[in-house]
Nanobody, 119 residues
Framework: QVQLVESGGGLVQAGGSLRLSCAAS????????MAWFRQASGKERELVAT????????AYADSVKDRFTISRDKNKFTVYLQMNSLKPEDTAVYYC????????????WGQGTQVTVSS
């Protein structure tokens, strides 16, 4: 069993920055990748960024490319999302997730953390 706990959300003005963290506990080995998703009110969940746990290679949604950075600390079993130049449209609940295989869906999810960007 894996538990993921996000933190770092909050209220920030447009143009500001926030850093989200996702700490894992439980079975913290054998992951293939972790990711950050977000879901704005009334919208579908969106994949924001992914990171390969072993190689640390990353990928981003076009909407956040060059503004957000995903990283991981293998020793702390933690993944981060550094969010810069925030826009009101980045307002959403942000979730971290983990999966065991390249071909599987994300198996484990955190409870989410609210990010609100005011204009």
């Amino acid at each position: 069993q894996v538990q993921l706990v996000e933190s770092g959300g909050g209220l920030v003005q447009a143009g500001g920055s926030l850093r989200l963290s996702c700490a894992a506990s439980g079975r913290t080995f054998g992951w293939y990748a972790m990711a950050w998703f977000r879901q704005a009110s009334g919208k579908e969940r969106e994949l924001v960024a992914t990171i390969n746990w072993g190689s640390s290679s990353t990928a981003y949604a076009d909407s956040v490319k060059d503004r957000f950075t995903i990283s991981r600390d293998k020793n702390k079993f933690t993944v981060y999302l550094q969010m810069n130049s925030l826009k009101p449209e980045d307002t959403a609940v942000y979730y971290c997730a983990a999966k065991n295989n390249a071909w599987s869906t994300y198996d484990y999810w955190g409870q989410g953390t609210q990010v609100t960007v005011s204009s």
